[in-house]
């Protein structure tokens, strides 16, 4: 007969662990982890042996101390009598054990790696064409432990100069790459310290003036920063130098980078020369080191030189464009961001698709680039999310006003509140929804998926930082019913307006817009684990992104009646919606969505003896294992809650 039940069933219970010697007189001891323990295991063992003599200590304890050392005599006395009974197998026995000793530190250290790429695999996805490689691993595997500790506790004096090591490299379909993970350096995160006032200034100027020249001048200004911020991470991502020169050479960019900020505001006016030389003096430099670097290491010099000839060509038309009246100068520039942008992916696309073109031209050209160095997919990962964070960072500080009024809770306040409303639901969307059950990552996933992964990023982040600072104007702005500017200080009040620009609300509402569309097609290029029974499925919620995405970008064409508090509360409510929706549909079906607490049952449909059933309904355990071993057809589903 045939009949479904529920078998309960409970969580299996942890078992501790204890240690226990042997004195010299036999008698056994047992070490406790604590007085609680003790107590449990003296009651375990006055239970199976009551008759058993043994002591029982608790660990760290005086006699603890004791015993391991009456102990450690026994046994050394013991050792030294074998050395003088049996000389020749003794020596014999402490070379094997010494060879042993080699071999166990070899086999550590080949664990070690594996440890460490199990847990990228775990972080990233699984890639089967990644390999680990241990510099002079042989050498260490010949030394003694005493060598091996003096090692670790030997510290490393800082060199002016070192020469680069590449961290890892692709060659012949593998990627070869150090067992150990690349942390991101302090000098990085004092490179974001500046790019906060990038963002802010680029974000800032073009709020002040929402019109198409504008919008165009952000695009050109936020893009060349982007290229800036990407090339130095991407240096620090392919060698491995940590040195004094390094640094210099940080500084330097960091110099070029504060002359091209300087000049961000009027560049289209009166110093877009000045602007494109601090641009093009950091990426000469950068394609000095390429060829420097190109002599040092001759296994990736096919790459290297091909970067600097992508770093040349565009330079040719930035210096063109300096010369050239304001129509032509705009065509120069974008041809030459195209070329900065997505050159660098073909020629990677080139020699990853290689065997494609044989006979060609594509062929010749990538027989000098099949080694090239590989993106660090840990530091890329940790450096663009700090980059995002930077970004959110700028949001919430240009929600920011300062208040004269003595009750300050007012529409000005309300609009604020609704602005961090959507920068904490975004942030939310980005690192806990989006970044959570990760399979494989877009860069390991494929080549595609990383390219499209990388434009997608500045898109968003060009998006959202538009966006903010539009939404910085609405939060003073004095359009709606309670808003009274003279409860503004007088900065803040001179820059608040009594209506909103029309260009204004397409920047917000766009570019918020936008920004939600491209934070969709990032999660769309990673693949994320299944859950089963999911409420809403990954594609479906991805759709009701872009669904409101394309609402809120045309939301303009229909807010016309509606004033800043109103745009503010509508846009906020829809994002609210994309996240409740996310958040509600990545749970299964099978658990509690406001609690956890539910006991796991197993619901199963199989053939049954009656004897089963009613060892069920008197409350017995059944053997779910022993039923599906008898009913190969049954099926079940297991609800853990």
Request: charged share 20%.
């Amino acid at each position: 007969m045939s009949e479904k039940i529920q078998v309960q069933s409970d969580p299996p219970h942890h078992t501790g662990r204890w240690r226990q010697f042997s004195r010299p007189d036999g008698r056994t001891v047992h070490v406790a982890a604590s007085p609680a323990v003790a107590e449990v295991l003296r009651r375990q063992l006055s239970q199976e042996s009551p008759n058993f003599e043994c002591d029982l200590i608790i660990h760290g304890s005086p006699e603890h101390l004791e015993v391991i050392r009456e102990i450690h005599a026994h046994n050394e006395e013991k050792r030294n009598a074998l050395r003088r009974t049996h000389t020749d197998a003794y020596a014999e026995f402490e070379k094997v054990h010494a060879e042993l000793d080699v071999l166990s530190a070899e086999l550590s250290a080949l664990t070690d790696k594996d440890i460490a790429l199990d847990a990228n695999f775990s972080r990233y996805g699984y890639s089967a064409h990644i390999r680990t490689r241990e510099v002079d691993s042989s050498a260490t595997s010949t030394r003694s432990q005493q060598d091996r500790e003096a090692e670790r506790l030997r510290g490393e004096s800082m060199k002016f100069w070192k020469k680069p090591v590449i961290r890892q490299y692709f060659h012949k379909g593998l990627i070869w790459r150090a067992s150990e993970t690349a942390e991101v350096a302090s000098f990085e995160l004092f490179v974001d310290l500046l790019y906060v006032g990038i963002i802010a200034i680029n974000g800032d100027r073009a709020a002040e003036d929402p019109t198409g020249t504008a919008l165009l001048q952000f695009c050109v200004t936020f893009i060349l920063s982007w290229k800036l911020w990407s090339e130095l991470t991407l240096i620090v991502s392919w060698f491995e130098t940590d040195d004094i020169f390094q640094r210099l050479c940080v500084l330097f960019f960091l110099v070029c980078l504060t002359g091209y900020t300087t000049n961000i505001t009027n560049a289209f006016d009166s110093t877009y020369t000045a602007m494109i030389a601090f641009y093009l003096s950091e990426r000469l430099f950068q394609a000095v080191y390429f060829l420097w670097t190109a002599r040092l290491l001759p296994v990736i010099r096919g790459m290297l030189i091909g970067s600097v000839i992508l770093i040349l060509i565009p330079s040719a038309l930035w210096i063109g464009s300096t010369r050239v009246g304001d129509s032509t100068r705009l065509v120069l520039i974008w041809l030459a961001i195209p070329i900065e942008l997505f050159c660098p992916g073909i020629m990677i696309a080139i020699v990853r698709t290689s065997e494609r073109w044989e006979g060609t031209i594509l062929a010749s050209i990538a027989k000098y680039l099949q080694f090239y160095p590989a993106l660090n997919i840990e530091h890329r990962t940790e450096r663009t999310n700090a980059f995002v964070t930077v970004v959110f960072g700028y949001s919430v500080v240009s929600l920011l006003y300062q208040n004269q009024a003595s009750y300050g809770i007012n529409v000005f306040f309300g609009k604020a509140i609704l602005g961090l409303i959507q920068v904490f639901t975004l942030n939310m969307i980005y690192f806990d929804i989006d970044s959570h059950n990760l399979f494989t990552h877009a860069i390991r996933r494929h080549y595609i998926a990383y390219m499209f992964w990388m434009w997608l990023h500045l898109l968003f982040i060009m998006s959202f930082v538009l966006a903010s600072g539009a939404l910085s104007k609405l939060v003073i702005a004095h359009d709606c019913a309670g808003s009274n500017p003279d409860t503004l200080t007088p900065t803040y009040a001179l820059k608040s307006e009594p209506d909103i620009a029309l260009g204004l609300r397409w920047f917000y509402c766009a570019g918020l817009g936008i920004a939600l569309a491209c934070m969709g097609g990032i999660s769309a290029s990673h693949e994320h684990k299944s859950i089963g029974s999911q409420r809403v499925l990954k594609r479906h919620r991805l759709a009701v992104r872009f669904a409101v995405a394309i609402i809120l970008v045309c939301l303009p064409l229909a807010s016309a009646g509606l004033d800043s508090l109103g745009l503010l509360a509508t846009t906020t409510g829809l994002i609210a919606f994309v996240l409740v929706v996310d958040l509600w549909g990545c749970t299964c079906e099978y658990e509690a969505f406001w609690c956890g607490d539910r006991k796991c049952r197993y619901s199963a449909e199989c053939m049954l003896k009656r004897r089963d059933i009613e060892a069920v309904r008197m409350g017995h355990v059944v053997d779910v294992e022993d039923l599906a071993r008898r009913d190969l057809g049954a099926r079940g589903v297991l609800d853990v809650n």
